[in-house]
């Protein structure tokens, strides 16, 4: 059961912005504001790399040294939604971005991860595109 989507994905030229959202699906019942979450993606014939993490409270963020500067990962917490930003996109952008959940209880505010294994909820992905 699909418990997180993905949106906001698409085709932009280098130089460009998306927002991308994640939120809980439709049919599920968890809310995840009290989880840390994060981004991550996979470019075709990659492995999976790690994005951008955020702690339940959105005081501590984390990113990977490749995005930081560029991208920014915020959370509203009354809506249930992950968010990232994306500016000055790059052609090596180009992947398939998911968000993820850390089904963590009572982790400290400011507790965030950038390692996959601890992630136990996955969205299905959306794709992002920078053209050169």
């Known amino acids: 059961q699909v418990q997180l989507l993905e949106s906001g994905g698409g085709l932009v030229q280098a130089g460009g912005s998306l927002r991308l959202s994640c939120a809980p699906s439709?049919?599920?019942?968890?809310?995840?504001?009290?989880?840390?979450m994060g981004w991550f993606r996979q470019a075709p014939g990659k492995e999976r790399e790690f994005v951008a993490a955020i702690s339940w409270s959105g005081e501590g963020t984390y990113y990977a040294s490749s995005v930081k500067g560029r991208f920014v990962i915020f959370r509203d917490r009354g809506k249930d939604i992950l968010y990232l930003q994306m500016n000055s996109l790059k052609p090596e952008d180009t992947a398939v971005y998911y968000c993820?959940?850390?089904?963590?209880?009572?982790?400290?505010?400011?507790?965030?991860?950038?390692?996959?294994?601890?992630?136990?909820?996955w969205g299905q992905g959306t794709q992002v595109t920078v053209s050169s």
């Open positions: 439709e049919r599920t019942y968890r809310t995840f504001r009290r989880y840390p």
């Open positions: 993820a959940a850390d089904p963590l209880e009572d982790a400290i505010s400011i507790y965030y991860t950038s390692s996959a294994n601890d992630y136990d909820i």
